[in-house]
């Protein structure tokens, strides 16, 4: 069978420059694979480019036996890519069983949301205690997990997590990572975009860090951890 995602030489931007200068990685099933990146390396644009949204000016993205480089983000969600956004953007005037509907949308058997609903509430109970609440009155912690739950309510075959431990204090980062980890536990193919490498590397299988647009280390989580290029980088050497 073929990886899920596999992204070769992809070159994306906007307007006239180039911010991805051919990047190229795999995202193997049943593993969290992580991109780790600082600030405006590309991590997002990434993203983008393989939901479709700034799509590749060159290059190949393949999700299973699909080539979707130049499909409609619709199609690809529809495939099974589901992406949790930067600033987690949670529907603030809808309740927490709202905005988890919402994330079912292409569903349409009622039993089949109604099994999604009890995975969802098992991982998060705290979402079922205040599945009335306005999501806009949650706390940040809760509203993390709001947005995580809405993804999982997609039943994705590729989660992509876009840097989901950003403005959480130490403690909910933690309880963001767990959270994280036994959902890839569950079989859920994960993406996981970060800043913060120490935890990361922690729970992701392999990893790629991207600098500038392009790919500088790729490995096994344990070998990035000893990558000098990493350490430099984003330890202080
Ligand atoms: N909508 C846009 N229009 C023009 N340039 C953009 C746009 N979004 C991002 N950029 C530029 O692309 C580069 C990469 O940004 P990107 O958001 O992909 O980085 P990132 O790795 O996700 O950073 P962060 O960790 O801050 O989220 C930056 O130089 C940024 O200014
Ligand atoms: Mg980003």
């Known amino acids: ?34 991109l780790l990146g600082s600030n405006g390396a590309g991590k997002t644009t990434l993203i983008r480019a393989i939901l479709g949204l700034t799509p ?17 983000t619709h199609r690809i969600a529809a495939l099974g890519v589901t992406c949790i956004p930067e600033g987690r953007r949670v529907f603030p005037r809808m309740s927490v069983e709202e905005n988890l ?31 009335d609440q306005l999501a806009g009155t949650m706390s940040g912690g809760e509203q993390a ?21 950003l403005g959480l204090s130490p403690l909910l980062v933690k309880e963001n990572f767990r959270v994280i980890k036994r959902i890839n536990e569950l079989g859920v193919t994960v993406l996981l975009v970060e800043q913060n490498v ?25 070998h990035l951890r000893d990558n000098e290029e990493v350490r430099a980088a984003y330890f202080g050497g």
Do not use: W
């Not at 995602?5 to 990047?23: F, I, P, R, T, W």
């Not at 290059?59 to 130049?70: E, K, L």
């Not at 994705?156 to 997590?161: A, G, N, Q, S």
């Open 101 to 131: 509907r919402v994330g079912a949308y292409t569903e349409s058997d009622r039993e089949a949301i109604k099994k999604r609903f009890a995975e969802v509430f098992a991982i998060f109970p705290r979402l079922k205690e205040r599945a």
């Open 1 to 34: 069978m073929s990886e899920p995602l596999v992204v070769e030489n992809v070159v994306s931007g906007y307007d006239q420059a180039d911010v991805l200068s051919g990047v190229s990685l795999t995202v193997s099933e049943g593993q969290i694979t992580c």
């Open 145 to 165: 997990m709001l947005s995580i739950g809405r993804g999982l309510m997609s039943a994705p075959k590729l989660l992509i997590v876009d840097e989901p431990s």
């Open 198 to 222: 120490r935890q990361t590397l922690d729970i992701a299988h392999r990893g790629y860090v991207l600098a500038q647009g392009r790919i500088v280390a790729e490995g096994d989580a344990v």
């Open 56 to 72: 590749a000016r060159s290059g190949r993205i393949c999700f299973g036996d699909h080539d979707i480089t130049h499909q409609s």
